[in-house]
């Protein structure tokens, strides 16, 4: 039996899976990969085991000991290497790929016959992106809080650690991102706290001596703590210093 190629839509809908799947979901019996291998036109079978070729390429998953299958193609290491080049397009593409296949509404901003300006296809544009980057940010942290191991979806943001308005390439970079408590969140983007190269929280020394309680619960007591670190896309390095150079209340300890 000849076997058929993967579409480009429906690679862009397993690529989107793959960011938003924790690792070890990546099952046949997963209800989100029946429901979409339906949608696609292909065995729930193959669609798990497209998201573990997928998972071949990531040096997060390989670098853990964790290999994925080997059946990765060469269409699907050039979409890996087209998603790492430039995530604001990507994302715009996984999403519309996806609305194609659910049969949604296309938004209007995309519909070539509409009557629509340039500034609302960038609105729509800037929308899925932003969603994609916390879908696969939160997927990534499990849906807990990296810092107080908070579980709470509705409670937790997918903080940027360089702020979206001073790198626009990677702001929607999951490797850019931190699922943080909103409490935390603030208090990352205010530079109250950073991490540090051994991916230790530290809090800033003007912030040390605090007769608030609830603060010195919350925030003081998780210094020198570790982060739970993701299944995949890890924060990058650069990004982090950038952050203790440029956002961090200088004067810090540890």
């Not at 690529?15 to 339906?38: K, V």
């Not at 397009?89 to 509409?114: D, M, W, Y």
């Amino acid at each position: 039996m000849t076997r058929l190629s993967w579409t480009r839509q429906q690679s862009l809908v397993a690529f989107s899976l793959y960011c938003r799947l924790p690792f070890g979901r990546f099952h046949s019996r997963n209800p989100e990969i029946i429901q979409y291998a339906n949608l696609i036109g292909r065995t729930p079978s193959a669609l798990a085991m497209k998201l573990s070729n997928i998972a071949s390429l990531d040096p997060a998953i390989t670098s853990s000991g964790r290999a994925g299958l080997s059946g990765a193609s060469i269409a699907d290491n050039a979409m890996w290497q087209e998603m790492q080049y430039d995530w604001a397009a990507f994302s715009v593409a996984i999403a519309q790929a996806e609305q194609v296949i659910t049969a949604a509404s296309s938004p209007a901003a995309f519909n070539e016959h509409g009557n629509v300006t340039t500034s609302k296809i960038a609105e729509v544009k800037v929308r899925l992106g932003q969603q994609f980057f916390r879908n696969a940010v939160l997927s990534a942290y499990d849906q807990r809080c990296c810092i107080s191991g908070l579980a709470n979806p509705k409670l937790l943001v997918a903080s940027h650690i360089v702020p979206w308005s001073a790198d626009e390439q990677n702001r929607l970079n999951p490797h850019n991102g931190l699922a943080l408590s909103a409490l935390h969140d603030k208090a990352f983007d205010l530079g109250l706290i950073t991490i540090n190269e051994d991916f230790r929280v530290v809090v800033s020394n003007k912030n040390i001596s605090n007769d608030d309680h609830f603060f010195n619960e919350a925030i003081i007591n998780f210094h020198g703590k570790s982060i739970r670190l993701p299944d995949k896309f890890s924060p990058a390095a650069q990004f982090l210093a950038f952050h203790r150079e440029n956002i961090f209340e200088r004067g810090c300890t540890g």
